[in-house]
């Protein structure tokens, strides 16, 4: 998905950090979603909710920090996601990476590496 040019058009959006991020409450390993709280001359990040304690993890940033290490995610994430997530809690792995192939145009073992990413995320 194209992410917007300007900064503070990312707020309300998700992104997925593609290096570890910390503070001083600690550390969130690469690939870890987060919700642009706002946006402007510094950027506030929030995490999704852990599903089993509901812990959030947030940071900012000054606009400095460079974008390129963030994957954009789009406004309503998990918006395709949501049928391959329902396919996944019922068991049908298959068919989530064939439904991930109909989305994107995409190799066999990057649909597969994806909907398995998407259960270690969401715990399934």
């Not at 987060?34 to 940071?59: D, H, I, N, W």
């Not at 949501?82 to 649909?111: H, V």
Request: aromatic letters at 14%; a positive charge; charged letters at 35%.
């Amino acid at each position: 998905m194209k992410r917007p040019k300007l900064i503070r058009d990312w707020e309300g959006g998700y992104v997925k950090i593609l290096k570890e991020v910390s503070n001083y409450n600690g550390s969130m390993p690469a690939g870890t979603i987060f919700k642009v709280k706002r946006s402007g001359k510094t950027a506030y990040f929030e995490s999704l909710p852990c599903k089993c304690c509901g812990f959030k993890f947030s940071y900012n940033c000054k606009t400095k920090y460079k974008f390129n290490d963030v994957e954009w995610l789009g406004y309503d994430f998990p918006g395709r996601d949501k049928k391959l997530i329902e396919l996944l809690k019922n068991g049908k792995l298959i068919a989530a990476t064939k439904k991930f192939r109909e989305y994107e145009d995409s190799t066999l073992r990057e649909a597969l590496d994806y909907c398995r990413n998407l259960q270690k995320i969401y715990r399934i």
